[in-house]
């Protein structure tokens, strides 16, 4: 029998022509390693092949991924390389095990007002300052969905932090996306702009806003969670490839079904559950007062501390 050449592109697989491989792409299943990770009906419903052919397509992506193994030993070594950017808050430092991390996706959810949007504000500053100051002597990448970035925000928080206000406003690059496609582009084309500023920081606030004003209905939910698992694996593959924090807000909406506790899940639910390496539950307190809590973090215990917005920023 002649030997098949290894698949690299998804049209390499069988019964993937180019219209079922744009589906593919167009639903986030862009590489053969998302092929071999799909269940049959799943495929077959996304690129209009029949079963029998998904799973035929989905055997080939499997013995064509390789398992990419790395010792722990390796892994301690890249650790090492991790950098932190401060909160502007000593308690909310500690609890995070010290400033929000690079190589990672941060999740902050709340409802409206509770503080996320100059949580992201603070951090487009502090990423700024050099390492030794809570910093990584870098710039800002601020992905604005809803049109709330102020400038004049970013001024007094820098005032504060001992940086040039005309500096730190040099150093933060605003992108507004007015839709789901937008927002998703840019994070697609950023590469070449993290290299050319240096950019250790990406805020996207919020990440899933124009999505939920976008995909309405139970129809669409399925669309739209594709979409957004798409979206926020890439911002997980730049924060590893360029080793920079992202930092990605989200509103919680009430849960009606839930009979204890604090009935409001974030939007996007499992998805982002998955996809972010840490989450922050960010609510009122009295006054200026915000209570964080550490809801899911791979090596800090869950936990609570009290932040107070101020006109210099987060403490
Ligand atoms: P949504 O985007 O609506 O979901 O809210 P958010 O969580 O992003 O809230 P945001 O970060 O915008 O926080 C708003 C809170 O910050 C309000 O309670 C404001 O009073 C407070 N705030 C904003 N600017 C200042 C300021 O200059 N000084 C002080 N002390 N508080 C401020
Ligand atoms: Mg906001």
Do not use: W
Request: charged share 25%; proline share 4%; hydrophobic share 40%.
């Amino acid at each position: 029998m002649p030997k098949e050449k290894t698949p690299r592109e998804l049209e390499d697989l069988p019964g993937i022509g180019p219209t079922s491989a744009e589906k593919l792409r167009a639903a986030g299943i862009d590489t053969i390693e998302k092929v071999a990770a799909s269940f049959p009906a799943n495929l077959s419903d996304t690129c209009g092949i029949s079963q029998d052919a998904a799973k035929k397509a989905i055997e080939a992506a499997r013995e064509a991924t390789t398992i990419n193994y790395e010792t722990a030993k390796s892994i301690l070594k890249r650790r090492e390389d991790i950098g932190r950017i401060s909160t502007g808050s000593k308690d909310l430092d500690e609890l995070i095990g010290g400033g929000i991390e690079t190589d990672a996706v941060t999740e902050v959810y709340g409802r409206f007002a509770s503080g996320k949007t100059q949580l992201g504000f603070q951090l487009a500053v502090n990423v700024q300052l050099q390492r030794k100051e809570g910093g990584l002597g870098g710039a800002a990448l601020f992905l604005d969905t809803e049109g709330t970035f102020r400038p004049e925000r970013i001024v007094s928080i820098a005032k504060s932090a001992g940086i040039d206000p005309d500096t730190a406003v040099e150093n933060i690059v605003v992108v507004r996306a007015q839709n789901t496609d937008q927002q998703v582009l840019t994070i697609e084309r950023v590469d070449k702009l993290i290299q050319e500023k240096n950019i250790k920081l990406i805020i996207v606030d919020s990440l899933t806003s124009l999505f939920r004003a976008e995909f309405l209905g139970r129809g669409a939910l399925n669309e739209r969670q594709q979409k957004l698992n798409a979206h926020i694996h890439r911002l997980a593959l730049l924060a590893n490839k360029h080793n920079l924090a992202v930092f990605v807000t989200n509103q919680v909406m009430d849960n009606p079904g839930m009979l204890f506790g604090d009935p409001t899940t974030p939007i996007g639910g499992n998805v982002l559950a998955h996809a972010a390496t840490t989450m922050l539950y960010l609510r009122k307190g009295k006054e200026d007062k915000r209570i964080v809590r550490l809801v899911d973090s791979p090596n800090m215990p869950e936990g609570e501390c009290i932040i107070k917005i101020t006109t210099d920023g987060i403490r």
